[in-house]
């Protein structure tokens, strides 16, 4: 805000681009369906929702060598309360704890400097992964937009750059960022007591590397990796509904570099191997533009854990998808088909000589990967939804008061198709199936299944700042909220202005 207000002085002229709108949903069951819920940025949860939001960005008219971006976007209204169990310790029994949304919450509020091909990021704005479709994927393995984004400060490549001596073959695009979910009180309302632990103020670090070949050309191979990092924070473990130890993970400079570098540990309770809690994919994506710019992909994301997810032995274990994109208004605009496996995760056992005291034995086993779970962190999420993918069911979803994940075991396919049906009426399908047998540790005795369908209607006329949609969801099945209903109706209004300059 104070770039803009000083850019004003100097008569620049300023773009402005402002959303306001309402929306409205209802359902059968506390929680929404999943498509209704997942990838909307941790913004539809509750069975009865009415929110109002808004938005505004702003970045000077004229694009110079130095120039900046702010933003910002909040939702207020009103939500259903959704109950979870939690263990009281006086009466010794379960109770009820009902817990709801905010009712009111910045969504996004970043300031963003650019200087030649390097940006700078600080505050809280929604990122795009550079292998899946933002739209119409089941969710990005590692950073998708099934959560609320984090808060902190970011650097990298504002765009693939061309690697020096390639004649322009290569590119390459980066970015290592530091942030904070902010769930604190999330975790403080929603845990039941009796988790095994629960761990607070902790910092996540967040970086990927990715290469590209020259986008001029029909055939594309992007390929490079991603990767996470819990670290620091407050530590608190349980036993039988009471506190009974607390431990501050260090968060200094030697703990951030360590999670930037991974390097071994020690700063964690009992950890004898590396500081956090780190995880990440091995990516990569081939495009074909055909003669008619009709671009078909298709990409693999296959994660890790550990250093056996990083030497693939977690066999066949990843997101397979193919993409269609039409450049051109069409009835199929955009359609996306995928497949996750998540089953393998290097085997059933793990089994480290160094974990136990005194053993002859010498042999080892590093399997049970866990995805998204980790001993001394409350896994890969915020305020209980995936920062992942949300095909590894959300722990919003466990009425229990559990804040980790219980069905990372999965297998599922996940279709969507955008399109126009005419020039001011637009549709967006998703239908999708998945099947889960639990976590390694704690596997199911008897799979859960859920099958999920979505369907969405919108009007926005051309030449007008408007648009209106209507969406519908439904789940059948056992997996999460079990059979489900839920619609949603949503309006809002979009405009653009220049103000500044002579």
């Not at 910045?106 to 292998?131: D, F, M, N």
């Amino acid at each position: 805000m104070l770039a803009c207000l000083a850019a004003l002085s100097l008569n620049a002229q300023v773009d402005v681009k402002y959303c306001v709108g309402v929306e409205a949903n209802t359902g059968d069951k506390e929680l929404t369906p999943h498509y209704m819920m997942s990838n909307h940025e941790g913004v539809f949860t509750q069975q009865h929702q009415t929110l109002a939001y808004a938005g505004v960005t702003m970045r000077p008219a004229v694009d110079n060598k130095f120039t900046w971006r702010v933003g910002l976007s909040a939702y207020a209204g009103w939500a259903s309360d959704a109950t979870y169990r939690r263990y009281d310790v006086e009466k010794q029994t379960g109770v009820d704890n009902e817990q709801h949304p905010a009712r009111a919450w910045i969504q996004t509020a970043y300031v963003q400097g650019r200087y030649r091909c390097l940006q700078a990021t600080l505050g809280a704005k929604t990122e795009r992964s550079e292998i899946v479709n933002h739209t119409l994927s089941s969710g990005d393995l590692v950073r998708s937009n099934n959560a609320r984004p984090m808060m902190g400060l970011n650097a990298g490549f504002t765009q693939f750059e061309n690697i020096p001596l390639t004649n322009g073959w290569v590119q390459i695009k980066g970015q290592v960022g530091y942030y904070r979910t902010g769930d604190d009180k999330w975790l403080e309302n929603h845990h039941n007591n009796c988790n095994p632990f629960v761990t607070t103020d902790y910092w996540v670090n967040y970086k990927y590397v990715y290469f590209r070949t020259n986008p001029d050309k029909p055939f594309m191979v992007t390929g490079g990796m991603q990767a996470a990092c819990q670290f620091g924070g407050e530590y608190t473990r349980y036993e039988e509904g009471r506190a009974i130890e607390t431990l501050k993970q260090k968060a200094d400079a030697e703990a951030f570099i360590k999670a930037l570098l991974p390097s071994s540990g020690g700063n964690n309770p009992g950890d004898q191997y590396y500081e956090g809690n780190h995880l990440g994919t091995w990516d990569i994506a081939l495009s074909y533009r055909l003669p008619s710019d009709h671009v078909l992909r298709a990409y693999y994301q296959s994660p890790w854990e550990d250093g056996s997810g990083i030497g693939k032995r977690n066999g066949f274990d990843g997101l397979w998808g193919l993409e269609y994109y039409n450049p051109y208004r069409a009835i199929v605009k955009e359609a996306v088909i995928e497949y996750i496996d998540l089953t393998n995760q290097s085997g059933p056992i793990h089994y480290a000589p160094g974990d136990h005291e005194g053993t002859t034995l010498t042999a080892e086993a590093t399997g049970a990967d866990n995805y998204y779970n980790n001993y001394a962190f409350n896994g890969w999420q915020s305020r209980g939804m995936a920062i992942g993918s949300p095909m590894a069911l959300s722990p919003i979803y466990n009425r229990d008061g559990f804040i980790q994940f219980t069905d990372n075991l999965v297998r599922g396919v996940h279709l969507a198709v955008l399109g126009y049906i005419s020039a001011d009426w637009l549709y967006l399908v998703k239908a999708g199936y998945r099947k889960s047998w639990g976590t390694p540790t704690l596997p199911r005795a008897k799979a859960l299944d859920l099958t999920s369908l979505l369907a969405q209607v919108q009007w926005e006329p051309q030449e007008k700042p408007f648009y209106i949609s209507g969406t519908v969801a439904l789940d059948r099945g056992s997996l999460g909220m079990g059979d489900n209903f839920g619609a949603r109706v949503s309006i809002g209004y979009r405009g653009n202005l220049t103000i500044g300059g002579k």
